[in-house]
């Protein structure tokens, strides 16, 4: 089983449930690129006629992918981390004056990246000249244990306390040791960076005489499965397909494409135990897979002074009326309940909120995956996949949990509480299959939905319809059917990977021409624009064939369906009309109260009739015109929403002790 990669938290599900997002915003990504300088990384393809065959070395490739990400990291998380660090170099610079590490040349140090550090990236890789003498190899290349012992060394010093270190590792070596004892030292170098918390993505390149083989080396120095539990299902390698010269398939494209897939940390929005029965639970992870991104703002920036500086906020309580600041201990919060206002302390809203016990999962039974339809799902469905941190062996029983779900087509119903002071939810707890491209490689692992369920008071019925909807004949499908046909997307499916968010790709590339003082770009790269010329290549014949024939035969069964709501035909007027007979003007009747006592008063604003609504509790089935005129009789304001005239009318009739 292979882990998910997305994994953002999710927005607020209720107003009363906080998430403290600060927690996530300092969780810290360290990225480090250890890219292989050998002469066979650094060897050009051959030309090719097709111009989408690949044009750059295998090096070149992977420093322009770094410079791509770092361009995305810059804005889109700015306290993130990432250094460069080449291998294999004839020249020995680790930034520091330290030798220690032979052919080891650390381009870009492990830090926050700056404008000038990518404007620099940018110049190294646009020009051949001033990248040549860095990338010039080593006859004898270096050692990988030294080039792991080099990356801990990084770690170590630049990001002793990030939450998240990572090393991606770029080469076309598949054997880089030469006898058995550098073996078990690289070996060893690798356990050490597991230890510290770092984590090694390996991005293979298969050079067109040799393809890349995990099993020679990388399958000891790449952990399979989870350290903590050996006898776990492996976990799926993901192999960089990178296609031969003259394929027409570009190596950058392929190389950006997979370490894009492995950019961003995993992120888990809850950790909690899932209760299978009594005293037998399992550490689960939660992870929101798809979720919307929009424009962030890291910080607030003063520039009234002689320099910007970024804005220190602070929060402060005022009393309306004397102005005074009103400490956090002072504070309450209340709830309006039959017009009173009913005031808690803080530990008494906790006691409230946590009288359902702790953060769990738990099964309360299972049914068959038929009695969820698709309109229970009352909010965003969340991907939990195991975790052996808390209990050793949680994947094995996930595993044989989720099979036993998928062969019996059922569903748990499990009782969530997603944090402390959140509320409990039913929720359906449906298995999901793991799902592979065309390329065998995994694009949705296999785990458990967890799909929130409505309440009884969540359901509402649909209104009655008085006349039926109007509906197509079959004829009209059939043709229609010959159209959407040509339509339909490649293979059916949607792939949201593939749609970026044309207003935020516009709103960074803007930033990104301002930061690196580059032109700004003339229009958006928008891919949602439909493509009119295929579009009309695949069934440009069949609507401009049966446009006019699908028009008519419409109006026809529109006219028939709308029959019976036709308007009755206006009387004919005979003769001049009187000169001096005028239209009846239309008198715009005055609001009703809605008779709720069934006693046929239905047009009286009396203070005892409101009063009699209010104490059943259907004053608020009013409307907002029945609300204004009662209390402009009354001298009362008529401004605000409907919650304010309401609140208003009941303060009046709690003055006249109603």
């Known amino acids: 089983m292979a882990e998910p990669q997305d994994n953002r938290p999710g927005e607020e599900e209720d107003d009363d449930e906080e998430i403290d997002e600060a927690s996530y915003k300092t969780i810290k990504d360290a990225v480090l690129f250890a890219i292989d300088v050998s002469p066979s990384m650094l060897t050009r393809p051959p030309k090719s006629d097709d111009k989408k065959a690949d044009r750059d070395s295998p090096t070149s490739a992977a420093l322009k992918c770094a410079y791509q990400l770092m361009q995305q990291r810059i804005i889109s ?21 330290d030798s220690t590490f032979q052919h080891c040349y650390l381009l870009a140090d492990l830090d926050v990246p700056s404008a000038h550090d990518v404007k620099r990236l940018r110049d190294l890789v646009e020009n051949e000249d001033e990248a040549e003498p860095i ?20 770690f170590t010093t630049k990001a002793p306390n990030f939450s998240s270190r990572r090393l991606f590792l770029v080469t076309d070596n598949d054997y880089p040791v030469k ?26 390149i298969s050079q067109p005489d040799h393809s890349f083989d995990r099993s020679r080396f990388y399958d000891d120095l790449v952990y399979p499965t989870s350290p903590s539990d050996p006898d776990a299902p492996a976990a799926i390698s993901s192999t960089t397909k990178i296609a031969k010269s003259g394929e027409g398939i570009s190596l950058l494209k392929q190389l950006v494409s997979s370490i894009n897939s492995k950019a961003t940390p995993r992120r888990a929005l809850f950790t909690l135990p899932l209760e299978l029965g ?11 897979l798809i979720k919307r991104q929009e424009h962030v703002k890291s910080c607030y920036v003063w520039v009234g002074g002689e ?26 919060k209340a709830y309006k309940f039959g017009g009173d206002a009913i005031t808690f302390t803080p530990d008494e809203i906790t006691r409230i909120r946590q009288c359902f016990g702790d953060p769990v999962i738990r099964i309360i039974g299972f049914k068959p995956l038929s009695c969820v339809p698709i309109w229970a799902n009352t909010n965003k469905a969340t991907f939990i996949y195991p975790s052996e941190a808390d209990f050793i062996g949680s994947t094995r029983v996930f595993s044989a949990l989720q099979q036993k779900l998928l062969k019996s087509k059922k ?63 079959d004829a009209l499908t059939d043709k229609m059917r010959l159209i959407i046909e040509q339509l339909q997307l490649p293979k059916g499916v949607y792939d949201p990977g593939k749609y970026p968010n044309p207003d935020l790709q516009w709103f960074y590339r803007i930033l990104q021409a301002m930061a690196l003082e580059e032109e700004l770009p003339d229009q958006p790269d928008d891919k949602t624009i439909p493509r009119f010329k295929q579009i009309d290549k695949r069934c440009g014949e069949y609507i401009e064939g049966y446009g006019k024939e699908f028009e008519e035969a419409f109006a026809q069964q529109q006219k028939s369906s709308l029959a019976h709501r ?89 003055g006249k002790g109603l």
């Open 77 to 97: 998380n700015p306290n993130d981390m990432m250094g460069i660090l080449l291998f294999g170099t004839e020249k020995t610079d680790l930034k520091d004056g």
């Open 135 to 154: 990338l010039k190899p080593a006859k004898t290349g270096a050692s990988l244990s030294t080039v792991l012992f080099c990356a801990n060394q990084i």
């Open 179 to 204: 006898v058995k004892a550098d073996k078990d030292t690289a070996v060893t170098r690798a356990r050490d960076l597991y230890d510290l918390g770092c984590i090694i993505d390996l991005f293979p």
């Open 278 to 288: 009594p005293d037998l639970r399992i550490g689960v992870k939660g992870y929101i």
């Open 307 to 332: 320099k910007p500086q970024i804005v220190t906020s602070s929060t402060s309580h005022m009393a309306d009326d004397t102005a005074r600041v009103v400490e956090k201990t002072e504070l309450r």
């Open 411 to 473: 569903m748990g119903l499990v009782w969530f509480i997603a944090r402390r002071n959140a509320s409990p939810t039913l929720c359906a707890l449906v298995p999901a299959e793991e799902r592979t491209n065309d390329d065998g490689e995994q694009s949705m692992p296999p785990g458990l939905w967890l799909i929130p369920l409505p309440f009884a008071d969540d359901l509402r019925q649909f209104p009655e319809q008085a006349e039926s909807p109007l509906k197509t004949t």
């Open 566 to 654: 036709a308007k009755p035909t206006a009387k004919k007027r005979t003769g001049i009309a009187d000169a001096d007979e005028k239209p009846a003007k239309r008198v715009k009747k005055e609001p009703t109260v809605k008779d709720e006592h069934g006693d046929g008063n239905d047009g009286g604003l009396t203070d005892q009739h409101m009063a009699d609504l209010n104490n059943k509790g259907q004053i608020s089935k009013q409307t907002v015109a029945v609300l204004k005129e009662y209390l402009s009789q009354r001298g009362q304001a008529t401004s605000g929403k409907k919650a304010d005239l309401l609140e208003r009318v009941q303060e009046y009739l709690e």
